[in-house]
């Protein structure tokens, strides 16, 4: 089983993120949605000789990505915006760049580099990218930053920097080189798929990657350029699905192109066109490692991976953290000897204290998911809740919080938001959420004091109350590329 949340809600919500423009957009009818579907399977029949899929499958080409994307994929990503100004006027662009904004990442200003450095380290990541707009009109301040990063992390960080290449030259990427950049990224679709800046960039700069979006009508102009990529020394082609936002919606609608509901809404043929040219270069042999991010991608690991983060600040021990990167407490209530029996066991079989909490106002047991594995047997009831945690300058004083303090200057706040409260499962929900959530085969010292749990039950819908759907959501990343609709 592999919910997501379902179409209706993701429909209901793109009208209201797009408000007026929602009823201009054109969207596939259940006709071509199944044409446009099987379409798409045909091209992923076709590459699943030549690529590997990973990430839930929803990113292709996986074993010979950019360092700065593995990064990505596995969570440690942060990106800069330094500058929100841009010297291009793509028409995918997905923010008007007002060059109004200080340095800053995730709702954060960080105008001084260190603090941003400290915020790096602070949450554990191991990639950084500079972004703008475009961070070339700004040299001298993203050349900072990259200087302090390099000198705290060393080569502990992977970093890189996302241009158009316009104001691009030896110079800069000299001084770009010298300062500790590990990768420059070119938009060439924003100098008419001009590689000349590219071509100097290569023997300057230690990785050249190509990052575009994948747009419809340039499929045979970036085809033909494949075999100067590698001629030229460019170690990556990353493929973008371009995403709507409500910023560049008239130009995307004014091509007529089809788009896509989802959490975001995307364009159907940039997709396909992403997968063509994936295609195109494996039948052909033509050496570079292609990568195509999808949207859903983005939004399920680049989310997903955020949520976790910051999860791991405010949880409390005894709560889990879930694959989709919610915060999972679990309960169940019994009366005080039995909570004295069931703490007993936990004893019994090692697990340490700060895996559970009891609380006797409550008259329930919180544990963890090790917990669980231990005294799943012997529950007669487990209550759920879900919190989001979100990362913010300053405390909203509406949710529960930490204080991160960065350095002597800066502190961000942690929230926790609740998303789903107080569910209690009923005896067929319990042994379902046992089975796809938490048990994991052999861990043999855990289950001292229990049997082995039996066969998963095989459940029809009608078993399943309105809830799990949502439990499913807050728990599992689904697998594969978005239904069309
Ligand atoms: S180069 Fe990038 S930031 Fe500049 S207009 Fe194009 S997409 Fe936007």
Known sequence: MNLEIDKKKYIDLNRSEYGDLYPTFRFPTEAESRDYGAEREQLLGRLSPHVRWDYQRTKADTTRMSPGCRLCGDGYWSCLFVNNRCNAACFYCPARQTGQALPGTSSLDFPEPEDYADYVQALGFRGVSISGGEPLLDFAKSVRFIEVLRKRFGKE??????????CADKEKLQILAGAGLDEIRFDISA???????????????????????AIPED???VQNLLPQMVNIGVNYLNLHQIRVTRHNAPQLIARGYTFLHGPKITVLESELTALRLLLHAREKRIALPINYCSFIYRHRFQTGA??????????????????????????????????QYLTDQLSAANIAPENWYYSPAKSTLYFSQAVLKVIFPLLDNLHLDYHVSLLLPSVSYRRSFREIALNERRVVIVERAPVLADIELN???????????????????????????????????????EHWRDIYFYEKIKTGLYEYY
């Open 427 to 465: 005896p067929v929900e319990m042994r379902l959420f046992y089975d796809t959530f938490v048990k994991i085969p052999a861990r043999r010292d855990l289950y001292r004091v229990i049997e082995e749990p039996e066969e998963p039950h095989v459940l029809s819908a009608q078993d399943l109350a």
């Open 157 to 166: 960080l992977y970093l890189w920097l996302y241009s158009n290449g316009i």
């Open 191 to 213: 100098t008419a798929y001009s590689l000349a800046k590219v071509a100097w960039a290569a023997g300057i700069i230690p990785h050249i990657t190509v990052e575009i979006p």
């Open 219 to 221: 499929v045979e102009i």
């Open 306 to 339: 955020a949520r976790r983060r910051h999860a791991a600040l405010i949880k409390q021990s005894y709560e889990d953290i879930t694959e989709a990167g919610l915060i999972r407490t679990m309960g169940s209530m019994a009366v005080p000897d039995r909570i």
